[in-house]
């Protein structure tokens, strides 16, 4: 029956494989690289263990300030400091502060004494010459779970010289709404992409918090310099200057993982989707192609495995089997991730948004690339 196939449908049939055997490689050795990736200690002697600066920069934060410095400023288990930089509140975030600054002696203040344009990178750049520790924690102030085990996993994990990144995993707490599914999933989509190749040696971040860094790094490479005018990123687009293949560390548990409890609408779903494709334009040419690469072939898979079942009607049980064969694999280690990671409640629709969302996300891409590309030039 071989031998009765037309040209066209070798064709099709030897595209289909070939855009199944890349999809596959990528499944096991990218995605399913992340469950061999865990908390491993490098601590050889106690010695080596180097002490964090959890730096977090807030504006109007009163609340969540008395929520989460009282278990962030308790953790007994490690050496540690907390820089706060007051990013210009009106509220009364720096009298709170003041008043934990009496209690802690871990906790060190600095502020921006007036509103500028880049005042998040401006509050940066002032917490990272604040910190008196060669490792700065980035900490979001709407952070959840924080804790001994979170806190030490990092700080353990400074032991081995060699280390200049630690990248722990970053999600959004689970809230009702439609908004707030489509974030969850656009954030674990876009951490465990990075994870991915983190692991295979092509290394960058989506998310500047829950990533720890030698904070010389951002000095060597000039701070922000003219990164400072992009809209959509922060210390994404330095930690990704000087993150390399050798010099970084997952830490993708539970343990060293955080949630952000916030609200989402609809233009926080948009910020994710333009924040990760800004960052890619930052990356190398390699890394760039790396992921267009990957990009490109997910869009083709699935219409060539439907027009493959189609036009080889006499064989469309071969690519049906490789194609069931492979949802499957995906499906057990996607599980096996979202478990670990605390991640529940968007296993099915996780994999649904990871086959169909592909498309919309190249519309909106080139919309957005497009926009920006005009509102740059003009």
């Known amino acids: 029956m071989l031998n009765g196939m037309s040209p066209a449908q070798w064709c099709i049939l030897g595209i289909f494989f070939l855009l199944y055997l890349f999809r596959l490689v990528y499944l096991l050795f990218f995605t399913g690289k992340i469950l061999f990736i865990g908390r491993k200690s490098a601590v050889s002697n106690e010695n080596a263990v180097q002490t964090v600066s959890v730096l977090l920069t807030v504006r109007n934060e009163e609340?969540?300030?008395?929520?989460?410095?009282?278990?962030?400023?308790?953790?007994?288990?490690?050496?540690?400091?907390?820089?706060?930089?007051?990013?210009?509140?009106?509220?009364?975030?720096?009298?709170?502060?003041?008043?934990?600054?009496?209690?802690?002696?871990?906790?060190?203040?600095?502020?921006?004494?007036?509103?500028?344009?880049?005042?998040?990178?401006?509050?940066?750049?002032?917490?990272?010459?604040?910190?008196?520790?060669?490792?700065?924690?980035?900490?979001?102030?709407?952070?959840?779970?924080?804790?001994?085990?979170?806190?030490?996993?990092?700080?353990?994990?400074?032991?081995?010289?060699?280390?200049?990144?630690?990248?722990?995993?970053?999600?959004?707490?689970?809230?009702t709404g439609w908004y707030n599914k489509l974030c969850r999933i656009e954030q674990f989509e876009q951490q465990i992409k990075s994870a991915g190749f983190i692991a295979n040696g092509i290394a960058f971040v989506y998310d500047q918090d829950n990533v720890a860094f030698i904070k010389q790094g951002y000095f060597d490479v000039g701070g922000y310099g003219a990164k400072i005018n992009e809209c959509y990123a922060s210390l994404e687009l330095i930690v990704n200057q000087f993150i390399g293949t050798k010099n970084v560390a997952l830490l993708f548990d539970r343990n060293t993982c955080l949630k952000k409890d916030i609200e989402t609408g609809r233009d926080d779903f948009h910020n994710l989707l333009k924040r990760s494709i800004r960052i890619e334009k930052h990356l190398s040419r390699r890394k760039q192609f790396s992921l267009k690469a990957e990009r490109l072939t997910q869009l083709l898979y699935l219409p060539f495995v439907i027009v493959a079942m189609v036009v080889c009607d006499e064989f469309w049980m071969l690519p049906a089997i490789l194609a069931g064969t492979k949802v499957i694999v995906e499906s057990i280690i996607v599980k096996i991730i979202q478990n670990r990671l605390g991640e529940s409640k968007i296993f099915i629709s996780s994999l649904l948004y990871h086959w169909f969302m592909p498309y919309l996300k190249m519309f909106y891409r080139w919309k957005f690339v497009a926009k920006y590309t005009t509102k740059i030039n003009g």
């Open 63 to 175: 609340e969540n300030l008395k929520r989460l410095l009282p278990q962030l400023l308790q953790v007994k288990s490690v050496k540690y400091e907390v820089v706060v930089v007051d990013n210009y509140s009106l509220d009364n975030t720096y009298t709170l502060l003041g008043s934990f600054r009496e209690k802690f002696s871990q906790l060190r203040i600095s502020s921006l004494n007036e509103e500028t344009h880049h005042s998040e990178k401006m509050a940066q750049n002032i917490g990272l010459k604040a910190a008196c520790n060669e490792w700065a924690l980035i900490f979001p102030v709407e952070a959840i779970g924080t804790g001994n085990d979170w806190l030490a996993g990092f700080v353990e994990n400074t032991a081995t010289r060699r280390r200049k990144v630690l990248v722990g995993y970053i999600g959004i707490k689970a809230r």
